[in-house]
């Protein structure tokens, strides 16, 4: 029969008898594709790759970096440095603005490296039918219509259409998240079957892991369902951190205040009679005090610290902002397998001879006991030896823990075995196999013929509804055959099922003279001899990091491929959510509007067999509903989301290299107690931020209203330029960027997150900038005119000034080290590099007040003993002011926190 190519279009394949698929397609099972009709599909449909998306050139994302507020503001003060003929400061000032151009610059690259990891992961060798012969080819080079040829380890090259399997079983938790093997058919299935439910259906980039099939290429490249993500991926934006918006928005207060300043006091200036030059230099020291030159740099060096502390507690963090964004999370979108949970199947509860049986232990060590240390025989020790023989994996201990070579379930079902002390080396040796009846999704169970002690067994272990019917009698709990308790055994499988457990049955068939297991007449009269539950459990220490988001006021919500009923089994058990809460599935989250699902992801914790474009539409979702965001995250369909989110969270250990670059963390552990840990990091690190910014913004704001007030006041500037570029750039880097190094303030994580809207410079801050203005503007001009009014030279009475705000400064930073203690409640030497700064500032102050080379370079003169009391005692006045201030200001918050609300008795 002559076939005609039709258009491979947006096809519910797997709605299709495989026969008319291939009509479709023009496709021979038995033949395959001719290689004429494979040129002229390669013409129409490319190469079988994801197409690199263009990116912008390197030197136009470079020159991007710098157009940014707060780059432009350094770049001002390094220009104006540059006039004043400091090629040394101007030269530091832009090399921080190059070096966080540079940072961005790589981070940039590397999101975008995500899709050419994404590329990679689908390339590989395939067996392909052309011609009616096999070929081994490079997946790029599939076209529609081939015919692959699939076996176990195989990584699938395109999407297939089956028609044909052996015991086929994919695993496919990097594009579905379903945990488990994926038993595969060839039948057709209705059309709206879910992704992660359509068994006769082979995705590219998943892998075989047992049996053989053959499929038909329906898509390739672009069109596949990974090409699909790679959209998903290349449409989702470049989030912007909470900081960045912060900082951005400070940077163009910034800007307008200082340009507005600047322009005010050369105005003044002029009405006042002073010539334009030395207005000009007025309102240059004005520019060049109000600008916090040290700032980018301080929040940078701030949040690499926070990257190696999170290093530290198996955090690694892949952009730098994503330190901060941490500390802002509101709500975190977890995976289920092997981030909240140990991805390792866990026999939990055993029922044989009518008896019901808690096993303990968790994973895949042996360490743990079945019931209250269960006698092993009778019915028990059938179903443990059951699971043994019929039976393909193997157990085994490496240099760091116990792993299971082959399908998860059936090697915890080895790990139930050696916890009661049977070895299956040795039964299996003892009871050699004689035949074998594979598992197959048709049938739904597997079994294994042995010769016991003379007499001829075979085992049986599969669904409960299939070993079931085939049963007559079943065991007690002394191993005798009984009549059979169906509606008992069938309420226990229902029991199980209600608390997430998957239900494995087995039985067995007693026949002396059974030669050989026929798959097609299968015996019926076989012997009930128990029930498995089994299921992934949750990490322990998972359990607790869930109480403590919660004490931190972040909400966690489940996201996942697998069932319902499993994925609430363990959120209840986690915390997660509580008894009566449903889950919503992917079927009904389809069947919403975008107003009815924000509303959804408000009050429902769990979303279960949830596809890539629906994890992307719920993180949307939160994020329009205010949320910070931060997702999880291991396979190719994770991408999207990861990198929608306000931080991505991705899996260091069972992690595909997409998930990775797509991220800003990756956890070299997979633990969600570890995502825990870098919130908490997080929330440091912004607190070291905003002391910083507390403790640089008012001595920018002093130095600036000294300038403005000398020449309102008409007198002789009491700084120069110069000597404000000395006393930012020094005391920035040897006084305030000891606070990025303050540890983490108790209680960080039993305080809500910051709201998102909350800006930096809040009320607080504002008074704060006020307060030590005119602290340094009354000290500094103060001693300035004093000096000057005694008969000093202008050296020595500008030496004083400079002096009073870098003490004051050094005063000024104990107090910020807690912007809720004092000092001495937080420890006085609980951060070394406080003291050490204030050592290094002394010296170099000593240096700039008595060292000629330094008199000449900064216009300074050595001062005496009494100057140096007058400096110490604004420096002591100003700290205690402050602190008195914070005291009040904490008593008052108190009062209010305590004070009952109206209405209320």
């Known amino acids: 029969m002559t076939r005609t190519t039709q258009s491979v279009g947006p096809v519910a394949w797997h709605g299709l008898p495989a026969d008319e698929a291939a009509d479709r397609l023009a496709a021979s099972f038995t033949d395959g594709l001719a290689d004429d009709q494979v040129a002229s599909r390669r013409a129409a449909h490319g190469e079988n790759r994801i197409t690199p998306r263009p990116g912008r050139s ?31 400061d101007a030269s530091v000032i832009f090399g921080v603005t190059l070096i966080n151009a540079l940072i961005g610059f790589i981070q940039e690259g590397r999101a975008e490296s995500a899709l050419a990891a994404l590329a990679r992961s689908v390339i590989s060798e395939v067996t392909v039918l052309r011609g009616g012969s ?196 509101t709500t975190i979108c977890s995976d289920k397998t092997g981030t909240l949970t140990e991805n390792q199947m866990t026999v939990r509860e055993i029922y044989a001879g009518g008896v019901r049986l808690v096993v303990s232990g968790s994973g895949y060590s042996p360490a743990g006991r079945i019931g209250d240390g269960a006698a092993i025989d009778g019915a028990l020790r059938e179903c443990l030896l059951a699971g043994v023989l019929c039976n393909d994996a193997g157990l085994g201990k490496s240099s760091r823990s116990w792993e299971v070579v082959g399908d998860p379930t059936e090697g915890a079902l080895l790990v139930v075995a050696r916890k009661a002390g049977l070895d299956e080396r040795t039964l299996q040796k003892m009871f050699r196999r004689l035949d074998e009846i594979p598992f197959d999704s048709a049938r739904q169970y597997m079994a294994t013929l042995h010769d016991i002690e003379g007499v001829r067994l075979a085992y049986f272990k599969g669904a409960l509804e299939q070993l079931l019917a085939r049963s007559i009698t079943m065991l007690d709990r002394k191993g005798q055959a009984t009549a059979l308790r169906r509606e008992e055994i069938e309420q226990v499988a229902r029991s199980m099922a209600a608390e997430g457990l998957r239900v494995l049955a087995v039985a067995r068939l007693v026949s002396p003279s059974l030669e050989a ?50 994925a609430l089994s363990i959120a209840r058990q986690l915390g997660i959510t509580r008894s009566g809460e449903a889950a919503l599935s992917g079927r009904e989250l389809a069947a919403l509007a975008d107003d009815e699902l924000h509303a959804a992801v408000a009050r429902v914790n769990v979303f279960a067999r949830v596809d890539p474009a629906q994890k992307l539409r719920l993180v ?59 919130i908490e990091e997080g929330r440091g690190v912004y607190d070291n931020l905003v002391k910083f910014i507390t403790w640089t913004l008012p001595t920018n704001f002093g130095e600036g209203l000294v300038i403005v007030a000398a020449v309102i006041a008409g007198a002789t500037l009491p700084i120069t330029p110069l000597q404000i570029l000395w006393i930012n750039m020094t005391t920035a880097v040897f ?80 107090n910020c080290r807690s912007l809720k203690f004092s ?18 500032m002394a010296v170099l102050q000593a240096l700039l007040t008595y060292w000629p080379v330094m008199n000449r370079l900064f216009a300074t003169a050595p001062i005496g003993g009494p100057e140096w009391l007058e400096i110490l005692a604004v420096g002591t006045l100003a700290y205690l002011i402050v602190g008195v201030e914070k005291h009040w200001r904490n008593l008052r918050a108190d009062l209010l926190r305590k004070r009952p609300r109206a209405g209320s008795r």
């Not at 195989?154 to 945990?179: C, I, N, W, Y």
């Not at 940077?251 to 005010?264: D, E, T």
């Open 620 to 678: 949307r979702a939160l994020q329009s509903n205010g949320e910070v965001v931060a997702m999880t995250g291991d396979g190719v369909n994770d991408a999207p989301a990861l990198k929608q989110a306000d931080i991505g969270i991705a899996m260091g250990l069972g992690g595909t290299e997409v998930a990775k670059e797509a991220a800003d963390m990756v956890l070299t552990d997979d633990d969600f107690a570890t995502i825990e840990a870098a």
């Open 134 to 329: 096999k070929r081994r080819l490079s997946s790029t080079e599939l076209v529609p219509g081939d015919v692959v040829l699939l076996t176990a380890g195989d990584k699938v090259p395109a999407d297939l259409r089956l028609f044909h399997t052996r015991e086929l079983q994919a695993m496919e938790a990097a594009l579905t998240g379903e945990s488990t093997a994926v038993a595969k058919q060839d039948e057709a299935l209705p059309h709206d079957t879910l992704l992660a439910e359509r068994s006769n259906m082979a995705y590219a980039g998943t892998v075989m892991i047992s049996g053989q099939g053959s499929g038909v290429v329906v898509a390739t490249g672009d069109h596949t369902e990974t090409g699909r993500i790679s959209r998903l991926i290349a449409e989702a934006p470049d989030m912007r951190t909470p900081l960045t918006r912060k900082m951005a928005a400070f940077s163009n207060w910034l800007l307008l205040a200082i340009g507005l300043l600047a322009l005010l006091t050369f105005a003044v200036g002029i009405w006042r009679g002073e010539s334009v030059f030395a207005m000009f230099m007025a309102a240059v020291a004005l520019a060049v005090g109000a600008i916090p030159e040290g700032l980018p740099a301080a929040v940078t060096i701030t949040l690499a610290i926070g990257v190696s502390r999170m290093a530290r507690r198996r955090a690694i963090i892949r952009k730098l902002p994503a330190v901060e964004t941490l500390g802002s999370t």
């Open 517 to 566: 297991l026929d798959a097609k007449s299968p015996d019926r009269g076989l012997q009930f001899i128990g029930l498995v539950g089994m299921v992934d459990p949750p990490r322990p220490k998972a359990i607790s990091a869930v109480r403590t988001c919660h004490s931190a006021g972040i909400t966690v919500k489940m996201i996942t491929g697998d069932h319902a009923v499993t």
């Open 823 to 840: 000092a001495l409640h937080i420890g006085l030497f609980s951060n070394p590099a406080v003291w050490y700064g204030v050592l290094v």
């Open 58 to 88: 390197p030197l136009l994302r470079f020159a991007l970096q710098f157009v940014q507020p707060l780059v432009l503001v350094l770049l001002v003060a390094s220009l104006v440095t540059m006039l004043l003929g400091e090629w040394v």
């Open 735 to 814: 006084l305030g960027l000891m606070l990025a190094f303050e540890p983490i303030e108790h209680g960080v994580m039993h305080r809500p997150p910051r709201p998102p809207s909350r800006q930096i410079l809040d009320a607080a801050l504002l008074w704060r900038i006020v307060l030590l203005g005119v602290l340094l503007l009354a000290g500094s001009f103060g001693l300035f005119l004093v000096e000057l009014a005694q008969g000093h030279p202008l050296a020595e009475a500008r030496t004083v000034a400079v002096n009073v705000f870098v003490v004051v400064q050094a005063m000024y930073l104990f």
